[in-house]
Every structure is written in C-alpha cells, then in structure tokens.
Nanobody, 122 residues
C-alpha cells in the first residue's frame, strides 16, 4: 500500500525559512504528480504547489515567488522550500500524489500524507 510521510515542519519566525520533505513508499510507486496542500484552523484546504515528474510546476498565487517545489523521482520524494514565511502560512501541510497529470483540485489526489505542522510567529 502506498504511503506518504512528511517531515520538516516546525516553528519559525516571520521572514524565516523551512524545508518540507515527503517520501513515498509502497508497491511500484510511480506517481505522475506530487504536491502540497495546506489547511489552517477554521479554513478550507488550500492548494499550495504541485509538480509533474521533475519539471512542470504550479503554485498558488499566495506562495508564488516564495516557495519552491522540487522532486527526486529516484527517491520517490518531493520537497517544498519555503522562504520569506508569513504568519498566514501557518497550517498543517499535507503531501499528495496521484498518477497522471498535475491538478490543483484536492479531490483529484488519491494519496495523502498525515501532515506536518508549520507555525510562523509574527
């Protein structure tokens, strides 16, 4: 059974940086698209970034220019480098994956990690 495990969350001051990692495991894990969603308390789940294989990327407007998604297909891993963090970035960040094309719709993703907490203090 495929499994996604995130790491790298934590507490950081505004303006700081964090790097999230997600490693996928399971039988012949070969997902076309991997990415990140986040959910803050009392708010809806929000698309953050996604990558198809190692090249095509998509970002939400709220993180564009500050976050960078990358992928190591040999390791079945995806990363999210988060710079210039703001208090409004505080949320639980979930790694996602799906066969096929990249999507910004959470309903399209078949596999989800448990999430890692990111807290940005002002």
């Amino acid at each position: 059974q495929e499994q996604l495990v995130e790491s790298g969350g934590g507490l950081v001051q505004a303006g700081g940086s964090l790097r999230l990692s997600c490693v996928a495991s399971g039988r012949t894990f070969s997902m076309g698209a991997m990415g990140w969603f986040r959910q803050a308390p009392g708010k809806e789940r929000e698309f953050v970034a996604a990558i198809r294989w190692s090249s095509y990327t998509r970002y939400s407007d709220s993180v564009k220019g500050r976050f960078t998604i990358s992928r190591d297909t040999a390791k079945n891993a995806v990363y999210l480098q988060m710079n210039s963090l703001k208090p409004e970035d505080t949320a639980v960040y979930h790694c996602v994956a799906r066969p096929g094309s990249l999507s910004t719709d959470s309903e399209d993703y078949d596999y989800w990690g448990q999430g890692t907490q990111v807290t940005v203090s002002s």
